[in-house]
Antibody
Framework: QVHLKESGPGLVKPSETLSLNCIVSGDSINRGYYWAWIRQPPGKGLEWIGNLYHSGNTYYNPSLKSRVTISVDTSKNQLSLNLTSVTAADTAFYYC???????????????WGQGSLVTVSS | EIVLTQSPGTLSLSPGERATLSCRASRSFSSKYLAWYQQKLGQAPRLLIYDASSRATGIPDRFSGSGSGAHFTLAISRLEPEDSAVYFCQQYSSSPITFGQGTRLEIK
């Protein structure tokens, strides 16, 4: 069974950079799936942020593309998210996830982390 | 991007009844690239259905998905109290991946 666990600061100041890590266990990031970040403002819907293939190819939601970087550290089996110039609108639960097997960058979300709440506030 | 609209917003049913949840896309898919998720309070979403009608591992056969084109349905038969949750649909026919706004299912 694949397990994903997010970690990072729970509070970020406006205009600063949100940084989260996700440790993957029970699978190798090198094994050929797309690994994604998804967020959910409290009480609201889900927004796909972007994903990364083990080769390093990344795909981002156009709505966030100018501010997002997703990267991987294969030695740690860890996925990372950086989101720059945050505002209160970026307050959300951030989930890392493994997408289902597919030759395409888009697929269903098979495994989810427990989520990490990040609040943007001064 | 493809916008998904779910209906109804809230559904209130009794144990043993059948729930039918709708997900409509802003444009038709040429493939069945649609998934359904269940999210209970305070938890991450859980995959129920992928490719419109394939059940994920461990999902009971009370849950079934159908549809194609621009209209998809999730049916839950023989409702149980534990089915209380918010249900989301998701399309992966084109990038960016998008989700519906959710249907809240309440079991009376």
């Amino acid at each position: 069974q694949v397990h994903l666990k997010e970690s990072g600061p729970g509070l970020v100041k406006p205009s600063e950079t949100l940084s989260l890590n996700c440790i993957v266990s029970g699978d190798s990031i090198n094994r050929g799936y797309y690994w994604a970040w998804i967020r959910q403002p409290p009480g609201k819907g889900l927004e796909w942020i972007g994903n990364l293939y083990h080769s390093g190819n990344t795909y981002y939601n156009p709505s966030l593309k100018s501010r997002v970087t997703i990267s991987v550290d294969t030695s740690k089996n860890q996925l990372s998210l950086n989101l720059t110039s945050v505002t209160a609108a970026d307050t959300a639960f951030y989930y890392c996830a493994r997408q289902g097997i597919s030759p395409y960058s888009t697929s269903w979300i098979q495994f989810w982390g427990q989520g990490s709440l990040v609040t943007v506030s001064s | 991007e493809i916008v998904l609209t779910q209906s109804p917003g809230t559904l209130s049913l009794s144990p043993g009844e059948r729930a039918t949840l709708s997900c409509r896309a802003s444009r038709s898919f040429s493939s069945k690239y649609l998934a359904w998720y269940q999210q209970k309070l305070g938890q991450a979403p859980r995959l129920l259905i992928y490719d419109a009608s394939s059940r994920a591992t461990g999902i009971p056969d009370r849950f079934s998905g159908s549809g194609s084109g621009a209209h998809f349905t999730l049916a839950i038969s023989r409702l149980e109290p534990e089915d209380s949750a918010v249900y989301f649909c998701q399309q992966y026919s084109s990038s960016p991946i998008t989700f519906g706004q959710g249907t809240r299912l309440e079991i009376k």
